[in-house]
């Protein structure tokens, strides 16, 4: 058993002592950046190539997210509802409460179980529509926003979350083109050792609502490429529009 542990820490310290390695050889220092009037005008600019009154007016939306796992969602934006699918899973949060109902293989779960999937399924909601609209989410409650000048002379929007989502504290730094539509952002987040991961927003498309989804994403960590993507996506000003016959949320009610 001694030596089992011994060797058990040995690795941990290997693995400890690679993660600092990886951190000071590939991480860059966030900038600082200048809060005020300028930084808040570039996000407005932001917002607007991106259509956020669209977006806002989006009642329903759609969309499978593809990263390390798999995700499907319908997010009644109206009610602040959404029904999230992975594996053998099946469970409809009510945001603003975060309570809900869970179902695996067909049957519903009560207690301790069922609350933690209601968990499960708002955290991957909660990573998983940041990746669906982030550039919507520069004005949220929690958030700072800065003008920073890049190297070549233009300007970037870092935005920090000061609270809110699973990790607050992490900042992104928002890489724009000259219509203020983003092309890529810089990451400082915790779930990342690496400070300042580029990752790409291509493949822009147009809501059926008018609203911009960038459903592309690549990024490099320490020499690894992770590609994320949203298919399936589809929108509608209500559940109407959307073409549903029934409320696939009446369980909420149940």
Do not use: C
């Amino acid at each position: 058993m001694k030596k089992i542990l011994k060797i058990l820490g040995v690795l941990a310290a290997i693995i400890i002592v690679g993660l600092i390695v990886l951190r000071f050889a590939f991480s860059e220092r966030m900038p600082k950046g200048e809060q005020g009037a300028a930084a808040d005008a570039l996000a407005e600019k932001m917002l607007k190539a991106i259509n956020k009154p669209a977006w806002d007016s989006t009642g329903v939306v759609q969309w499978t997210f593809h990263g390390r796992s798999e995700h499907d969602f319908l997010w009644d934006k109206t009610r602040n509802w959404v029904q999230v699918k992975w594996a053998e899973n099946e469970v409809y949060v009510v945001l603003d409460s975060l309570t809900g109902v869970a179902f695996e293989n067909g049957k519903r779960l009560e207690g301790e179980k069922a609350d933690e999937l209601v968990k499960t399924a708002w955290e991957f909601f909660a990573n998983d529509s940041f990746w669906l609209n982030a550039p919507a989410k520069v004005f949220d409650k929690g958030t700072e926003r800065r003008l920073v000048k890049l190297d070549d002379g233009k300007e970037a929007l870092l935005i920090t979350y000061v609270s809110g989502g699973v990790t607050p504290g992490d900042s992104y730094l928002w890489i724009l083109d000259e219509n203020g539509l983003p092309t890529a952002w810089k990451m400082w987040v915790k779930i990342i050792p690496i400070g300042g991961t580029p990752t790409t927003w291509y493949d822009w498309t147009t809501l059926e609502t008018g609203a911009k989804i960038a459903q592309n994403h690549s990024l490099e960590i320490a020499g690894k490429k992770m590609d994320i993507a949203i298919t399936n996506l589809k929108a509608a000003k209500d559940l109407t529009s959307f073409g549903l016959s029934k409320d696939p949320f009446v369980v909420l009610g149940e």
